[in-house]
Nanobody, 126 residues
Framework: QVQLVESGGGLVQAGDSLRLSCAVSGLPFSTYAMGWMRQGPGKEREFVAGIRSGGMTSFADTVKGRFTISRDNAKNTVYLQMRSLKPEDTAVYYC????????????????????WGQGTQVTVSS
């Protein structure tokens, strides 16, 4: 049974930092691309950041330079470090996984991902 469990969300003030974690079980973690998506109030779910099995990363323009993504294959965990948070970063953040069978497979859209966590709320007050 595949499980993705996010943690680390909370209420912070604008300008603060927060680190989200996602613990994964039930799949060969090191071979999967991992992503973080978010869905803000009244908005569609959007890609935030992703990291391929080899370490290549990708970020949405809205978070580039503020967020970093990393993975610890020994702990089957992926992290999202968020800095300089803004009220518009308020959303439910989801961790997701996909096995990329070729280098040409897409991995920067929520629809590219197969397995999902339940999400963790991040609220940034102004």
């Amino acid at each position: 049974q595949v499980q993705l469990v996010e943690s680390g969300g909370g209420l912070v003030q604008a300008g603060d930092s927060l680190r989200l974690s996602c613990a994964v079980s039930g799949l060969p973690f090191s071979t999967y691309a991992m992503g973080w998506m978010r869905q803000g109030p009244g908005k569609e779910r959007e890609f935030v950041a992703g990291i391929r099995s080899g370490g290549m990363t990708s970020f949405a323009d809205t978070v580039k330079g503020r967020f970093t993504i990393s993975r610890d294959n020994a702990k089957n965990t992926v992290y999202l470090q968020m800095r300089s948070l803004k009220p518009e970063d308020t959303a439910v953040y989801y961790c997701a996984a996909v096995r990329l069978l070729s280098s040409s497979m897409p991995w920067t859209s929520p629809t590219d991902y197969k397995f999902w966590g339940q999400g963790t709320q991040v609220t940034v007050s102004s």
